[in-house]
């Protein structure tokens, strides 16, 4: 299992999470190294949770078992806390804590856990946290939506993926929207920047 | 130009799994590709859809899954090879035709992709569709990775008029929704037109014609296991005296497992990617080469079965196990930590799983199912039905069909009572208004109409059922991401040459005595109609027409008109509560609308009783 790398992000349909394993997957077919990904976004577009799978390296399988995540980043602090069962106490998370809570906890029919308190479950429980607020970097690239490459940034820096910055940034270049491209480059620094402050 | 239309043989490409069939089918020269769109299949045919408006590619969204087999078998009668592709129910839908197209057969390739889901993500069921290969007789092919989806289509087409019949390719969510790298090969121009040869001793299967053509089916049958039993595609890896027997994704989880814990040298691993028919030969000496054989299959024990039954003619009693208890569920899919667990197990190699942390202390965490969408015209539609059926006083059963409307199921609004399969909400609700006194109301979208509702409909008619059925046109087929039916107004696709059937006149046509047609965002209006319908004895239909939001603001179709809440807001959260609306959030312990979720439809607007909800007036 060693050349092996395994990655699990989970989001909330429209935060953009295909587009950034679709960056990261470019980034490994540019830098030669074997990716397979798997995504469940059946029904992404209401509101549900996607959940992508990416395996850099030499195994085959497209899929992650429980447990076997060598990193998870979450979209969304509370998806992180669910998806831990992905997780082992080796495990790096880097979790978004801008919250999106569920309308189910609108209607009454759910609590939204407290921010410290998901922080604090899962630097307990995994091998490192890193956490930021996403959201508020994003808004601060210029580009509410750039969210996803904030968090892109931070997952480079961490250095779990056998992918440099600049590999990632070369893929931004041919996968996202060139009216984008400058918000989006400046998201990813500002996650990386932040990453490497934690 | 499409990106599947890259004529760089060689040239490599990150692509999903349908992309590479659809670029498999390209490769072969599809002539004609068909379809009803369903989850996990869909993505092929949008991308044939789209590359027929730059090639000389003929494709179809058809009615339904039966018709779009029918026009394939046809244009591969005539001589040009056809694709069509369905999700793995989709295929019940069409097995009328795929049992006897096996014996007519076909003179140019033909493959019917049927894209099974393992686990349910978007599915009423988990049928294992390999069993349509021995019921038909065909021969089928199952990928195990993105690129042999590719590779595999492409051949399926050679095999099929090797055989002179048609060839199921059957993958899973996890080839048709994984990504891969796939190394693109050369494009053969497709073959357009053909000709049809009249030949009604072979192609009119009246009894003395089909006891004939099951002849030619059982040597064609004989055929095919003779090429699996030599095919690239049935491969064997690794040495030694243990066996594995394993099939599509399962066998990524097989060789990772074997490699992890270091099983080279003691298992052989037997891959059958065309595993119908299935090799016996190559699977008789496989057994008697081993000392135990472990099958790796999700779904049913199809192959266990077989192979079992193998070993029995082969007079070998060696131990050959799959699903169990201990081992393999028939539950659900696989993932490569099980496997590699009952792998462990079966061949009694050590092996601890990574430390996984105790997660008994985290809190219960809010739900998040898929919510109909912000400004979604079915969310009004159920609304006012149930003001309609409370001011009416009615005791009712409300069966639904397959649709985002099935979301309806969840609450607040709770009004999907009972499901079986595309279409039943118009044929079911017969059964429950003889078997009950209570008011039967259904629900249909406008796609799902067309695909098997009318019949049921018809039924109601002539055998006179108190019912009303609710037809959800949005114009347009949403949940599979916004396909065509044959009600929708091609030119919002910018295409010409279609035409487009009008629902009212349809179930005016067929008899129903009772049609009202609502616009769902008009609430009053709409509820005074719905009362109407639901009173009236015998068959009402209720035609509720406002476009699919999503699709509305993907095509600018609708201006978009955000509301507010306002100081008058009392907080009794009827807005919240009735609808819960995905634009609504709280804040404060207040009620909110996200202006960039709102939509406009004004709906929450005319329940306020507090009438606090506003548009937000432009800026100047
Ligand atoms: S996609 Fe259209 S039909 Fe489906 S939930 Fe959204 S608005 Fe409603």
Redesign the pocket.
Same mark, same amino acid.
């Given at each position: 299992m060693t050349d092996t790398t395994r990655l699990i992000i989970v989001a909330v349909g429209g935060q953009g999470n295909l587009l950034a394993s679709g960056v990261l997957a470019e980034a490994a077919l540019l830098a030669d190294i074997p990716v397979r990904m798997s995504e469940i976004h059946g029904m992404a577009?209401?509101g549900g949770v996607v959940e992508s799978a990416m395996v850099f390296g030499d195994a085959q399988s497209p899929i992650i078992a429980d447990g076997e995540a060598d990193v998870l980043v979450g979209f969304e602090p509370c998806e992180t806390l669910r998806a831990l069962n992905k997780c082992n106490t080796e495990t790096v998370v880097i979790t978004n804590l801008a919250p999106l809570p569920p309308f189910t906890v609108a209607i009454g029919q759910g609590v939204y856990p407290d921010i410290d308190q998901i922080q604090e479950l899962i630097r307990k429980k995994t091998g490192r946290l890193i956490a930021l607020d996403a959201s508020a970097l994003a808004k601060k690239s210029g580009n509410v939506r750039a969210l996803n490459m904030v968090l892109l940034g931070a997952l480079i820096q961490s250095g779990v993926l056998p992918l440099t910055a600049e590999q990632v940034k070369e893929a931004m270049r041919t996968r996202t929207k060139k009216a984008f491209l400058e918000s989006n480059l400046k998201a990813f620094d500002l996650g990386f920047e932040a990453a490497a402050a934690i | 130009m499409h990106k599947l239309l890259t004529d760089q043989p060689g040239k490599k490409m990150m692509l999903l799994g349908n992309e590479a069939i659809a670029r498999g089918a390209i490769e072969a020269g599809v002539a004609v590709a068909t379809t009803y769109p369903g989850t996990p299949s869909s993505e092929i045919s949008l991308n044939l859809f789209q590359m027929s408006q730059e090639s000389d590619l003929f494709f179809e969204y058809s009615t339904n899954e039966k018709v779009s087999m029918e026009v394939a078998a046809a244009a591969a009668n005539a001589g040009v090879r056809a694709m069509c592709m369905m999700k793995h129910v989709g295929l019940n839908v069409a097995a009328d035709v795929l049992m006897t197209l096996a014996y007519v057969g076909v003179k140019a390739g033909m493959v019917v992709v049927t894209a099974d889901d393992p686990f349910m993500f978007s599915s009423q069921n988990e049928q294992d569709n390999r069993f349509y290969g021995k019921l038909s007789g065909l021969p089928v092919l199952e990928p195990s990775s993105v690129d042999e989806a590719r590779r595999m289509t492409a051949y399926a087409f050679e095999l099929s008029e090797q055989l002179g019949e048609p060839v199921i390719l059957r993958t899973t969510t996890r080839i048709n929704h994984s990504s891969g790298i796939v190394e693109l090969d050369k494009i053969m121009p497709p073959k357009t037109k053909g000709d049809f040869t009249k030949d009604p001793m072979n192609q009119v299967p009246v009894p003395a014609v089909a006891r004939k053509l099951h002849v030619k089916l059982l040597e064609n049958w004989h055929k095919a296991r003779d090429i699996a039993e030599t095919s690239d595609f049935n491969i064997i890896d690794g040495k030694g005296p243990g066996g594995i027997i394993c099939n599509g994704v399962s066998y990524t989880y097989v060789t990772d497992a074997v490699g992890e814990l270091d099983l080279g040298d003691r298992v052989r691993v037997l891959r059958l990617g065309l595993s119908h028919p299935m090799p016996e030969k190559m699977i008789k000496d496989f057994l008697a080469a081993s000392d135990k054989v472990l099958i790796v299959e999700e779904g049913e024990p199809v192959m266990e079965e077989a192979v079992k039954a193998f070993a029995q003619e082969a007079g070998l009693t060696l131990p050959i196990r799959g699903k169990a208890e201990d081992l393999f569920s028939r539950l659900y899919e696989f993932n490569p930590g099980m496997v590699r667990q009952c792998v462990a197990r079966f061949f009694d190699v050590p092996y601890t799983p990574p430390e996984v942390p105790d997660l008994s202390d985290i809190p219960p965490l809010p739900n998040r199912p898929p919510n109909?969408?912000a400004?979604?015209?079915?969310r009004a539609t159920y609304l006012e039905i149930k003001k309609a059926v409370a001011e009416l006083g009615l005791d009712t059963i409300y069966p639904t069909d397959i649709g985002?409307y099935t +979301?309806g199921m969840l609450p607040p609004l709770s009004m999907a009572d009972f499901l079986l399969c595309m279409g039943s909400s118009a044929g079911t609700p017969g059964g429950f208004a003889v078997a009950t006194d209570k008011k039967v109301i259904s629900f249909i979208g406008d796609s799902t109409f067309f695909h098997s509702g009318i019949p049921g409909l018809v039924n109601a008619v002539f055998n006179n059922h108190n019912h009303t059925l609710v037809i959800l046109d949005?114009g347009i087929t949403?949940?599979t991401g916004h396909q065509p039916n044959p009600g929708v107004d091609m030119s919002v696709f910018n295409l010409q040459g279609y035409g487009r059937i009008s629902i009212e006149k349809v179930v005016e046509a067929l008899g129903v005595q009772k049609i009202v047609k609502i616009k769902p965002f008009k609430l009053a209006k709409s509820i005074e109609a719905i009362k109407e319908a639901l009173s009236y004895e015998g068959v009402s239909v209720i035609i509720s027409e406002e476009p699919?939001? +999503?699709?509305a603001q993907a095509y600018k179709l609708k201006k978009k008109r955000a509301f507010y809440i306002s100081d008058a807001c009392k907080n009794h959260r009827d807005c919240i509560n009735q609808l819960a609306c995905p634009a609504f959030y709280i804040e404060n312990e207040r009620v909110h609308i996200d202006e960039v979720a709102c939509v406009g439809c004004a709906v929450c607007a005319q329940i306020c009783p507090e009438n606090a909800i506003r548009p937000v007036k432009k800026a100047g």
């Open positions: 577009q209401r | 109909l969408c400004g979604c015209s079915h985002c +979301l949005n949403a949940m699919c939001a +999503l699709f």
